[in-house]
Nanobody, 115 residues
Framework: QVQVVESGGGLVQPGGSMRLTCEAA????????MGWYRKAPGKYRELVSVITVGNNPSYRDSVKGRFTISRDNAKNTVTLQMDRLRPEDTAVYYC?????????WGQGTQVTVSS
């Protein structure tokens, strides 16, 4: 059975940093296209960042230069380093893994940016 789990959320002040980690069991993340999504109250879920199997990252415009997605294949994890956080980054963040067998989601982790 495949499990995808996010960790690392919490409360941070504006301008601060936070690192989210996505771990998986039952799949090899280096063989998956990986994405981080977020959903804020009253808004649709939006794509924040992706990293392809070929390790090509991309970001939504509002997080470019502030967020960094990366893989650690030895640990079977994908991280989202978030710097210079803003209140509008507040949301539940979800990890998504896609491979030829399916599309897998974690349960989400809350990130709150507030003073």
């Amino acid at each position: 059975q495949v499990q995808v789990v996010e960790s690392g959320g919490g409360l941070v002040q504006p301008g601060g940093s936070m690192r989210l980690t996505c771990e998986a069991a039952g799949i090899t993340l280096s063989e998956c296209h990986m994405g981080w999504y977020r959903k804020a109250p009253g808004k649709y879920r939006e794509l924040v960042s992706v990293i392809t199997v070929g390790n090509n990252p991309s970001y939504r415009d509002s997080v470019k230069g502030r967020f960094t997605i990366s893989r650690d294949n030895a640990k079977n994890t994908v991280t989202l380093q978030m710097d210079r956080l803003r209140p509008e980054d507040t949301a539940v963040y979800y990890c998504n893994a896609k491979n030829n067998d399916g599309d897998y989601w974690g349960q989400g982790t809350q990130v709150t940016v507030s003073s």
